[in-house]
């Protein structure tokens, strides 16, 4: 029951700049809340990617960048790499619900 | 070091009652600027905001679940636990907790390894 709607893969070869959108809404994104991404590498759990819209913790490469503008957010990663191949979900808050809401989640490849 | 580890079943059967601990080590429970989650994922699909607990004990739930849910901690053995009632199928999937940091915008950072839970007679 994800509210937040991200395309379900995007791909790239190595070296090029790929984007994830997060599509949301009045109740969330669009209510001023904030956005942050995860990363999940196959068969371990998830990862603090971007926190705030678009700060990054420490130790995440500053190839990945997030900005945030209306009800959508985005993930952008450049020179992308092979080890870069993991799903990615974005989460918010929704106001309607009273509760924290993912992205639908977009498996990113590397061709 | 900030870690958190779940623990519980790995099978349960319909209608049963699932338990699931999430021992956490490197920040206290009682601290106000941080709570835990849990969030599950079931085989192959999306994550989902399950329950949240805050220092000041206040709680919140997933609105679909939250006849289903109870959150509760116990600060002294840095310990929060989840009960989900009446369990299906549809419930299998890897639960898992994790630090919430509630400042001007929640977000969960870390989080635990997490545990499969299989529901199946």
């Known amino acids: 029951q994800s509210v937040l709607t991200q395309p379900p893969s995007v791909s790239g070869a190595p070296g090029q700049r790929v984007t994830i959108s997060c599509t949301g809404s009045?109740?969330?994104?669009?209510?001023?809340?904030?956005v942050h991404w995860y990363q999940q590498l196959p068969g371990t759990a998830p990862k603090l990617l971007i926190y705030g819209n678009s700060n990054r913790p420490s130790g995440v490469p500053d190839r990945f960048s997030g900005s945030k503008s209306g009800t959508s957010a985005s993930l952008a990663i450049s020179g992308l790499q092979a080890e870069d191949e993991a799903d990615y979900y974005c989460?918010?808050?929704?106001?309607?619900?009273?509760?924290?809401?993912f992205g639908t989640g977009t498996k990113v490849t590397v061709l | 070091q900030v870690t958190l580890k779940e623990s519980g079943p790995v099978l349960v059967k319909p209608t049963e009652t699932l338990t699931l601990t999430c021992t956490v080590s490197?920040?206290?429970?009682?601290?106000?600027?941080?709570?835990v989650s849990w969030i599950r994922q079931p085989p192959g699909k999306a994550l989902e905001w399950l329950a949240h607990i805050f220092s000041n004990d206040e709680k919140s739930y997933s609105t679909s679940l939250k006849s289903r849910l109870t959150i509760s901690k116990d600060t002294s053995k840095s310990q929060v636990v989840l009960t989900m009632t009446n369990m299906d199928p549809v419930d299998t999937a890897t639960y898992y907790c994790?630090?919430?940091?509630?400042?001007?915008?929640?977000?969960?950072?870390?989080w635990g390894q997490g545990t499969l839970v299989t529901v199946s007679s």
């Open positions: 009045s109740s969330n994104i669009g209510a001023g809340y904030d």
């Open positions: 490197g920040f206290s429970l009682s601290n106000a600027r941080m709570g």
């Open positions: 994790a630090r919430t940091l509630v400042v001007a915008g929640d977000w969960f950072d870390p």
């Open positions: 989460q918010s808050y929704d106001s309607s619900l009273s509760g924290y809401v």
